[in-house]
């Protein structure tokens, strides 16, 4: 299984401990699947002009790719004016319709204040959903407070993550079975 | 009525195949042909068409990986050498990417070398190849393709050619040589799903190739209606305005071995072209009368041309077979069901 960690913002440090955190703990927990860490912050992007994604060149076809390729994705973005950061939406605007189908995507999101809870539900999941995800229903909210130096210091937060891990996995797997009984149906 | 696009409906829906020159491996041996025995082999494919009984014949231009009839012109000459009665086509030509005035020239060469069967579908792609290759700035997209089919059309239409625009050098009473056949060519505007597309060639009183790749049938019908509108709506008469479907297209004896044959090439073919597969569960819906990508047995197949002949009342429908590096062998068994069963059924229930 290939898992690939985005860690959606290109300023900041919030979303990029939390997804490197669950990169860790997907490594540790899951030695035998693959887990790639994309930071856009490392990455120079250009906006998406509506080419396949694949014609792209360096660092935008090198990141599409690798989500394409991808099983499963966990999705860190940071809260930007009540809504996903532009470097994310990029990311969606880069990839085809149906970019998500048999992917299964979940999410850690993080934010200045707990006001935005449910930013994820409003903004992001209805994008996920028309891209034809298997959205991992619960998410982890983080907030300003849960952080000292880069570091989470809230144990609930990391449980919460510790899940989610399981969870992206143990959905990805379930899906994957269901669609080879699916597929073993067809005689083609 | 439509005797300006050589159409005579008496005769029926015409049928036609369509290549864009994908050059894609065989996804069941990995293997794929050199470019140079896929070119030959669309020639001989033209030639089997021919005997077939099939209206049409169309190839393509995409000028990047996976594509070998870039010189799609050349490739016509060549079919217009090696057949006789059959229409030669684009399918489409990139007009953005090229000089219309040298589109016409070929084309109108072809004319002439055919014996008046050639016919321009200019399209805008739906790559983005060509327009890197050759030097086209992605952000004129829209503007420099109305301009372009513009300049086409008043070529076709006028003997001496007066014109100013934005993105070619000026014509002052230029004379566009040689002259087609006939004095004019059919000039078709590709169109792809939607019906901003459509009511743009509505608009221009030209005729539509409008894509119908796949889902249901139905999706595709307002951008018919919505052509037809257009185009009273500025003065044209539709029923002077040929309409014409593209699918893409495999017929077997069977639906499992349609299936079968066609499913490896299809979801590899959009794997290598649009970078995602093509999921099973939508294919296994496909043999439905109602679905729009011409895959089934042939009653299958006959069934769906007559329901979308009374859905749209095109005039014209072209099969693409070829999509996904699909051998030659199976390609001859498509025509050969084509040419003995399809064309006489459908001929026979449309013609007036």
């Given amino acids: ?188 | 009525m439509m005797e300006k696009y050589r159409i005579d409906q008496t005769k029926g829906l015409e049928f036609g195949l369509y290549s864009l020159g994908d050059h894609i491996p065989n996804p069941l041996t990995g293997e794929r042909i050199s470019a140079q025995q896929r070119l030959k082999e669309l020639v001989e494919a033209s030639q089997l068409a021919e005997q077939a009984g099939i209206d049409v014949f169309g190839i393509g231009e995409s000028h990047q990986s996976y594509f070998t009839t870039q010189a799609h012109t050349v490739v016509l000459g060549a079919i217009a050498q090696a057949t006789s009665t059959i229409k030669l086509s684009s399918s489409a030509t990139v007009l953005s990417v090229s000089d219309p005035v040298r589109v016409y020239e070929d084309f109108a060469t072809i004319d002439l070398l055919s014996d008046g069967r050639a016919e321009i579908v200019a399209g805008r792609g739906s790559r983005v190849g060509a327009y890197h290759l050759l030097g086209v700035d992605l952000q004129d997209y829209e503007e420099i393709f109305e301009e372009k089919l513009e300049l086409l059309m008043k070529i076709n239409d006028e003997e001496l050619v007066t014109w100013e625009g934005q993105f070619r050098a000026p014509l002052h009473h230029a004379q566009i040589l040689p002259q087609p056949k006939n004095g004019s060519l059919p000039i078709w505007r590709a169109v792809g799903g939607p019906p901003a597309s459509a009511i743009k060639a509505g608009y221009m009183g030209i005729p539509m190739m409008l894509t119908t790749l796949g889902g249901p049938a139905i999706n595709f019908k307002p951008s018919v209606d919505a052509y037809r509108e257009a185009a009273e709506r500025k003065g044209f008469d539709p029923n002077e305005l040929p309409i014409a479907t593209t699918s893409l297209f495999y017929v077997a004896d069977t639906t499992k071995e349609a299936l079968q044959g066609m499913y490896p090439h299809l979801n590899g073919g959009f794997q290598a072209i649009r970078g995602g597969g093509y999921p099973k569960q939508q294919f296994a819906q496909a043999p439905d009368t109602r679905d729009a990508l011409m895959v089934g047995s042939k009653e299958q197949i006959i069934e769906k041309l007559l329901y979308q002949y009374e859905l749209y009342g095109m005039q014209r429908f072209m099969a693409q077979i070829d999509f996904g590096g699909v051998p030659f062998e199976k390609l001859m068994k498509n025509i050969e069901i084509i040419g003995n069963d399809i064309i006489p059924a459908i001929k026979k229930h449309t013609a007036k």
């Avoid at chain 1, 690798?66 to 860190?76: E, H, N, P, Q």
């Avoid at chain 1, 969606?92 to 934010?111: E, G, Q």
Wanted: proline share 3%; hydrophobic share 45%.
């Fill in chain 1, 1 to 188: 299984m290939k898992i690939v960690a985005l860690a959606g913002s290109i300023v900041g440090s919030k979303t990029r401990t939390a997804t490197q955190k669950m990169v860790e703990m997907l490594q540790e927990k899951y030695p035998q699947h693959e887990v790639t860490l994309l930071d856009l912050a490392d990455y120079q992007l250009v906006f998406s002009d509506g080419r396949n994604y694949f014609e792209y060149e360096g660092d935008t076809k090198y990141v599409t790719e690798t989500l394409m390729a991808a099983d499963a994705i966990v999705l860190g973005t940071p809260t930007f004016q009540a809504s996903i950061p532009a470097t994310l939406k990029n990311i969606f605007d880069l990839l085809p319709v149906n970019a998500f189908r048999d992917k299964v995507v979940s999410v850690i999101v993080t934010a200045g204040t707990s006001k935005h809870y449910l930013m994820v539900e409003q903004q992001l999941k209805p994008i996920l959903a028309y891209m034809k995800a298997h959205i991992v229903p619960t998410y982890v909210f983080i907030e300003e407070k849960d952080f000292l130096r880069k570091e989470i210091v809230n144990d609930d937060v990391l449980f919460r993550l510790e899940r989610l891990a399981e969870d992206t996995v143990m959905v990805t797997e379930a899906f994957a079975e269901i669609r080879a009984k699916k597929d073993a149906e067809y005689d083609f």
